[in-house]
């Protein structure tokens, strides 16, 4: 049986004036399923190659933020539904740390497809 599932990439955008980014994580949400998960992994490399001088730390601490916003451990959104933290979190924002838009698609196993897209939206992919 599959699920309707909801996802979107969680993007670094390291001077927003250029538009230039690095997928840094994925957040995936399944109604059905009672599922919302987000997986990140900062890319240092990657993002300094677009700004020498980020503050690493402080996109890190952004993206840990995605991460326990999914939890139990919500902080402030923890009263929410996690519809209700699915939209706030992929809701537009101008600011380093964003969300690309929200996709949708069928899965039997939500926590298997955020590994899925992550592998092949955030990894960087190794040359043979």
């Known amino acids: 049986m599959s699920d309707v ?3 979107a990439t969680i993007r670094v955008i390291p001077r ?5 980014l690095v997928n840094a ?14 997986k990140v992994e900062l890319d240092v490399v990657r993002v300094r190659a677009l700004d020498p001088e980020i503050d690493a730390e402080g ?3 952004a993206l840990d933020a995605y991460e326990m916003a999914c939890g139990e451990q919500a902080g402030p959104l923890s009263a929410e539904s996690l519809g209700s933290r699915f939209r706030w979190l992929t809701a537009p924002r101008s600011t380093i740390v964003q969300t690309g838009p929200v996709h949708a698609g069928l899965t039997g196993d939500p926590a298997t497809e955020l590994e899925r897209l992550f592998d092949r939206l955030v990894r960087t992919p190794t040359r043979s």
């Open 5 to 7: 599932y909801e996802y």
């Open 16 to 20: 927003v004036e250029r538009g230039e």
């Open 25 to 38: 994580g994925v957040i995936v949400y399944c109604q059905p399923a009672g599922y919302l998960c987000a």
């Open 59 to 61: 996109v890190r601490h």
